[in-house]
């Protein structure tokens, strides 16, 4: 494990896992451009617009995310990038929507929310190198508190009611847990040839808390 490999090793774990978070997050930003720039937003909409069909995006989303996780923690270091690009471009589908409509309509807020997640990610990495706090403590509360947001998120769909901003600001404090749990694991836990597995994981959660961020911002202009 990473807490028990060399100095040079652990600072090169580190080097390759956050390099690849950091391309991730380039490859979402072109991925999502492209798409924005190629698909019309009236056809987006009409896509998620059905009271199931968002039900039926999420299942998706959770099997490809599943499969992408899967994937990246194989031997094969091919089929690792395989499951970190499939999840990337996932993760570029499912913000179509909301970042076609704040891009029309408000796109500062885009750039706002994104620096407001670059500075917590920031924080509650700083919090996990400087301190030698155990957070593995914070996995059974991600697991529950991500079964209790699934099916909450499952009753609105079907319902057709608003989440609100308690909601988001929830979301918000669990995509923290879970950025300072991932961290505390590749600081500890992950094997030195994980990388790629752990840049997805941590991609994962950033990406949720860029959600949350930006769903706030925009309930606050609507």
């Known amino acids: 494990m990473v807490s028990e490999i060399s100095e040079i090793e652990r ?17 979402f930003g072109a991925v999502e451009y492209l798409l924005l720039k190629t698909i019309p937003l009236d056809t987006i909409l009409s896509l998620v617009s059905g009271q199931y069909t968002w039900l039926l995006i ?8 599943m499969l992408a996780t899967k994937l990246s923690f194989s031997v094969s270091k091919s089929t690792q ?3 970190l690009g499939l999840f990337v471009l996932i993760e ?52 529950i508190g991500g079964f209790v947001a699934l099916g909450v998120i499952v009753v609105g769909a079907i319902f057709g009611f608003n989440l609100g901003l308690w909601f988001s600001l ?4 669990l995509a923290s847990a879970s950025i300072l749990y991932e961290t505390y694991n590749i600081k500890n836990v ?21 959600w949350y961020i930006l769903r706030i911002f925009m309930s606050r202009r609507s």
């Open 170 to 173: 929830a979301m918000v404090g």
């Open 81 to 83: 990038y395989l499951g």
């Open 58 to 65: 999420i299942g998706v989303f959770w099997m490809v995310s």
């Open 92 to 143: 570029a589908v499912i913000f179509l929507p909301m970042l076609g409509i704040a891009s029309l309509y408000a796109p500062q807020i885009i750039t706002q929310a994104a620096l407001v997640t670059a500075f917590m990610f920031a924080g509650l990495t700083a919090t996990v190198f400087l301190t030698n706090k155990d957070f593995s403590f914070l996995r059974s509360i991600i697991v």
């Open 11 to 27: 600072a090169e774990f580190y080097r390759k896992t956050y390099m690849h978070v950091a391309v991730a997050i380039l490859a």
């Open 190 to 210: 992950y094997l030195k040839g994980q990388y790629v597995g752990a840049a997805l994981q941590m991609f994962s959660s950033i990406m949720l808390l860029f």
